[in-house]
């Protein structure tokens, strides 16, 4: 037996099958003539109805996690807020689920399925909560499990928290890969689900986004019976798109189609993801824009061939806050509320600390997630590992930030600011890539549909996009 | 030194060496190698920092340098960092009003 080693060509060559192999799906089924392809059709009539995701999920302890009132955090924001202002902030604690976060929504029903459809094993590409949840699910149906997960730069330096996440992974029976930075990561999982003719638990799979429609449909559900009334706004953590995509549908489905669908990222302006370098200058290893962004404008760069994951459908405001921001955050609601979670799960309740502010104080705003914390994963521990990197850590204006060089936390919550994106601006970025396309009316209509807009303000979005390509 | 047959140990593998990267990746990464490392029991007796192969938790062989024999988790809390302490301060000042603790 020779050295491991990959073979990108012949991967590449091989992708299609391999990937039709591992996902159970023929994703062929759901494309139209053109750019588009049959949504609809593909979230509804790939397998599992919301009744029976619901009773999946209760099989395995996964799901309705308790929603409760973040009261003093709510009292911290009414410090900042006018007379009349300052809306009750709702968490959704979603580390009570089995392994300790909403990623067991997604596992439970890609694993299950898995195993109804035969497999011997699963294998999910993640350095995050997700690999433990399908670590967790897999050991529970006595299924095999690989996760796949980036972690180490080029001097074998791990981000903390990658490392606990194989420690998690590795507690509940799986085999852990660890690599180098890159996104070569696709062809080692490529290879790995050829290999073993496992099942590929994609996040991106409608298994893996159904499982989150739960999450929603609880959220508005409880909140109407206890409170009279759907909640204003729900806000989600964004990366890959499946929380929130998941989540708004599960709103929509219990009827909660005025609440807003509010997307947080934390702020990597300036890192590149696929840098050796950058790798472990950031302190955050998922719900950042270095997923946000690209997930949203082109969501099909995942690793199933339709990514069921699709935020600009459902996405109504997206806004980004700094890292010292989030940190904050994460310890105040240790010390103000007990619960000891994150951090990069409270990247929007650093967001919800400010909107709530400029909402009306009889208003609601849910924090859709929590997730656990331990060793590696807590902010001490990514802290004091950005420290060693010479990342400076300052109290000043959190929009002073510098991604990499720096961490600004707020002198006072007063100083918590956000950015709100230009929503136009992202769909005009999802548009570019069709520009050079003869496009008939279906195609329109798909793309009217991605960006949830009108045949109008599409037309409009598309000559910008022209005019502005011209201009560079 | 020798390392004994069935020892669980950590082995790493080069999967790609720079010059066969992708060159539209950045510089700091086209420059070094695309690495792995795996765990497993090792299915002889085996040198170390040589080359060997284990049975992977999953049943699958892997055959890769032998870096570490029973690799330990080394990811804690981290080291004090007083910058938490101060902003706990502000938030319990803020809120109850008595920051100091």
């Known amino acids: 037996m020779g050295m491991f080693k990959i073979n990108i060509h012949d991967l590449e060559s091989r992708k299609s099958e391999i990937i039709k192999?591992?996902?159970?799906?023929?994703?062929?089924?759901?494309?139209?003539?053109?750019?588009?392809?049959?949504?609809?059709?593909?979230?509804?009539?790939?397998?599992?109805?919301?009744?029976?995701?619901?009773?999946i999920q209760k099989e395995s302890m996964v799901g309705n996690t308790p929603l409760i009132e973040l009261k003093n955090m709510t009292r911290y924001v009414r410090k900042f807020s006018q007379k009349g202002h300052g809306a009750r902030i709702f968490l959704?604690?979603?580390?009570?689920?089995?392994?300790?976060?909403?990623?067991?929504?997604?596992?439970?029903?890609?694993?299950?399925?898995?195993?109804?459809?035969?497999?011997?094993?699963?294998?999910?590409?993640?350095?995050?909560?997700?690999?433990?949840?399908?670590?967790?699910?897999a050991a529970k149906h006595g299924l095999k499990c690989i996760i796949v997960q980036e972690c180490f730069d080029s001097k074998n330096v791990a981000q903390p928290e990658i490392l606990e996440k194989a420690r998690a992974c590795e507690a509940y029976g799986a085999e852990v890969i660890q690599l180098s930075?890159?996104?070569?990561?696709?062809?080692?999982?490529?290879?790995?689900?050829?290999?073993?003719?496992?099942?590929?638990?994609?996040?991106?799979?409608?298994?893996g986004v159904m499982g989150i429609e739960t999450l929603g449909h609880e959220i508005a559900t409880e909140i109407k019976v206890n409170e009279g009334k759907f909640p204003e706004a729900v806000i989600c953590t964004n990366a890959g798109?499946?929380?929130?995509?998941?989540?708004?549908?599960?709103?929509?489905?219990?009827?909660?189609?005025?609440?807003?669908?509010?997307?947080?990222?934390?702020?990597?302006?300036?890192?590149?993801m696929a840098s050796d370098d950058d790798f472990n200058r950031k302190s955050f290893t998922t719900g950042h824009t270095g997923f946000g962004i690209p997930?949203?404008?082109?969501?099909?760069?995942?690793?199933?061939?339709?990514?069921?994951?699709?935020?600009?459908?459902?996405?109504?405001?997206?806004?980004?806050?700094?890292?010292?921001?989030?940190?904050?955050?994460?310890?105040a609601l240790a010390v103000l509320e007990g619960l000891e979670r994150g951090p990069a799960g409270?990247?929007?309740?650093?967001?919800?600390?400010?909107?709530?502010?400029?909402?009306?104080?009889?208003?609601?705003?849910?924090?859709?997630?929590?997730?656990?914390?331990?060793?590696?994963?807590?902010?001490?521990?990514?802290?004091?590992?950005?420290?060693?990197?010479?990342?400076?850590?300052?109290?000043?204006?959190?929009?002073?930030?510098?991604?990499?060089?720096?961490?600004?936390?707020?002198?006072?919550?007063?100083?918590?600011?956000?950015?709100?994106?230009?929503?136009?601006?992202?769909?005009?970025?999802y548009l570019k890539k069709y520009m050079d396309n003869k496009l008939e009316n279906p195609d329109i209509e798909f793309l009217c549909k991605e960006l949830n807009i009108t045949q109008e303000h599409y037309k409009k979005l598309m000559e910008e996009a022209q005019h502005e390509r011209k201009k560079r | 030194m020798?390392?004994?047959?069935?020892?669980?140990?950590?082995?790493?593998?080069?999967?790609?060496?720079?010059?066969e990267r992708s060159k539209s990746l950045p510089?700091?990464?086209?420059?070094?190698?695309?690495?792995?490392?795996?765990?497993?029991?090792?299915?002889?007796?085996?040198?170390?920092?040589?080359?060997?192969?284990v049975v992977t938790v999953t049943g699958r062989k892997v055959t890769g340098v032998l870096k570490e024999v029973e690799p330990r988790y080394k990811h804690t809390f981290g080291d004090y960092v007083p910058e938490i302490h101060r902003m706990r301060s502000v938030i319990l000042e803020e809120v109850w009003g008595d920051g100091d603790v």
């Open chain 1, 21 to 55: 192999n591992s996902v159970g799906l023929d994703y062929s089924d759901y494309e139209y003539e053109g750019i588009g392809f049959d949504y609809d059709k593909l979230m509804n009539e790939s397998g599992f109805t919301f009744d029976e995701v619901k009773s």
């Open chain 1, 92 to 137: 959704k604690d979603e580390a009570g689920n089995l392994s300790g976060s909403f990623k067991a929504r997604r596992a439970a029903i890609s694993v299950y399925k898995a195993k109804k459809m035969g497999y011997k094993g699963v294998i999910a590409a993640t350095s995050g909560n997700y690999g433990a949840a399908v670590a967790a699910l």
């Open chain 1, 181 to 207: 930075v890159g996104p070569e990561l696709f062809y080692t999982f490529l290879h790995l689900l050829d290999e073993t003719g496992y099942f590929n638990a994609s996040l991106y799979s409608p298994y």
């Open chain 1, 241 to 272: 798109g499946g929380n929130l995509t998941g989540t708004a549908r599960g709103l929509q489905n219990a009827k909660a189609t005025k609440t807003k669908v509010i997307g947080a990222s934390v702020d990597l302006y300036g890192l590149h």
């Open chain 1, 295 to 331: 997930f949203a404008v082109n969501p099909d760069r995942s690793d199933v061939p339709r990514s069921a994951a699709r935020p600009l459908r459902y996405m109504q405001e997206y806004y980004t806050v700094n890292q010292g921001s989030v940190f904050f955050i994460t310890e």
């Open chain 1, 346 to 429: 409270n990247t929007s309740l650093a967001v919800a600390f400010k909107l709530a502010q400029t909402m009306k104080e009889d208003e609601i705003i849910v924090v859709q997630e929590s997730e656990y914390t331990g060793a590696g994963k807590h902010h001490q521990p990514q802290l004091s590992f950005a420290k060693n990197k010479n990342i400076e850590l300052l109290f000043g204006n959190p929009m002073d930030e510098k991604a990499g060089e720096n961490i600004v936390f707020p002198k006072s919550g007063q100083d918590i600011d956000v950015n709100k994106l230009d929503m136009d601006k992202i769909k005009k970025s």
């Open chain 2, 2 to 19: 020798l390392v004994k047959k069935g020892a669980f140990v950590r082995l790493r593998n080069h999967l790609l060496l720079p010059e």
């Open chain 2, 27 to 53: 510089e700091s990464t086209t420059q070094v190698p695309y690495k792995s490392w795996t765990k497993g029991f090792l299915v002889e007796e085996s040198e170390l920092y040589e080359n060997a192969t």
